[in-house]
């Protein structure tokens, strides 16, 4: 084995490197997306009305939900989380969840004010996580996984073509319970990565070190001497 030269810092081992980001998470992830234009052409197909459709937009959101659980728990386990998992997760989240939202004000079955609120939030947040970057990565938190995964209930019960079922008046009203409550962990949520984001601006080591620097910096000035006296 290759012994480290006297004065020069030993090589990482593999295991103390970053997970490659090729991994069968990170796969499923990206199909993940790709699943997003699928589910907005069947909710949309024949305006919405078409029950065979709604049914199959179902199934295709349900599968891409489930590869939101799997994923992060397959990265965790194998240790396989990597950076572009931990931005390249939440964004496919905001990208089945927000095309839904939207496919669903176009066929008036969610108000536009809640789409435009949810998405308001959700592409602020996810330019601040690349704003803050330089600072770390800001992993998708258990809040925003609890809140994700309401929406995706909710979403999921108004995709369902309510007339196609018994007490479809029942099922509709507690869609939209469900959907209220998601659009309050929404807010909440997003208030909490602002904090976050708030504290990773102080407290990360490229903070830290621009702050010892302003600091001798400072000290320097007060220690220098003033201007000799005149004689």
């Known amino acids: 084995m290759t012994q480290p030269v006297p004065g020069e810092p030993a090589s990482p081992s593999p295991s103390a490197?970053?997970?490659?980001?090729?991994?069968?998470?990170?796969?499923?992830?990206?199909?993940?997306i790709v699943l997003v234009p699928v589910?907005?052409?069947l909710l949309l197909a024949d305006g919405g009305s078409n029950a065979a459709t709604r049914y199959l937009?179902?199934?295709?959101?349900?599968?891409?939900?489930?590869?939101?659980?799997?994923?992060?728990?397959?990265?965790?386990?194998?240790?396989?989380?990597?950076?572009?998992?931990?931005?390249?997760?939440?964004i496919a989240d905001k990208a089945l969840l927000g095309m839904t939202f939207v496919g669903?004000?176009?066929?008036?079955?969610?108000?536009?004010?809640?789409?435009?609120?949810?998405?308001?939030?959700e592409v602020?947040?996810?330019?601040?996580?690349?704003?803050?970057?330089?600072?770390?990565?800001?992993p998708a938190g258990r809040g925003g996984k609890l809140k994700t995964m309401v929406q995706a209930f909710a979403l999921g019960m108004l995709i369902l073509p309510a007339w196609t079922l018994p007490f479809a008046?029942?099922?509709?009203?507690?869609?939209?319970?469900?959907?209220?409550?998601?659009?309050?962990?929404?807010?909440?949520?997003?208030?909490?990565?602002?904090?976050?984001?708030?504290?990773?601006?102080?407290?990360?080591?490229?903070?830290?070190a621009k702050r010892s620097v302003r600091e001798a910096a400072r000290e320097a000035r007060r220690a220098a001497p003033g201007p000799a006296p005149r004689a």
């Open 17 to 32: 490197t970053e997970a490659s980001a090729w991994n069968l998470p990170n796969a499923l992830t990206v199909g993940r």
């Open 39 to 41: 589910v907005g052409w």
């Open 57 to 90: 937009a179902l199934g295709a959101f349900i599968v891409a939900a489930i590869t939101d659980k799997i994923d992060g728990d397959l990265a965790r386990s194998r240790g396989q989380v990597t950076n572009f998992g931990k931005i390249a997760d939440p």
């Open 104 to 121: 669903l004000s176009m066929l008036s079955e969610v108000w536009w004010w809640v789409t435009a609120l949810v998405l308001s939030r």
């Open 124 to 138: 602020g947040i996810t330019v601040m996580r690349f704003v803050v970057i330089r600072h770390g990565v800001m």
């Open 169 to 208: 008046t029942v099922w509709r009203q507690a869609a939209y319970a469900v959907l209220v409550l998601a659009v309050g962990l929404t807010l909440g949520t997003g208030i909490d990565y602002l904090v976050q984001a708030h504290r990773l601006r102080r407290t990360s080591p490229r903070a830290l």
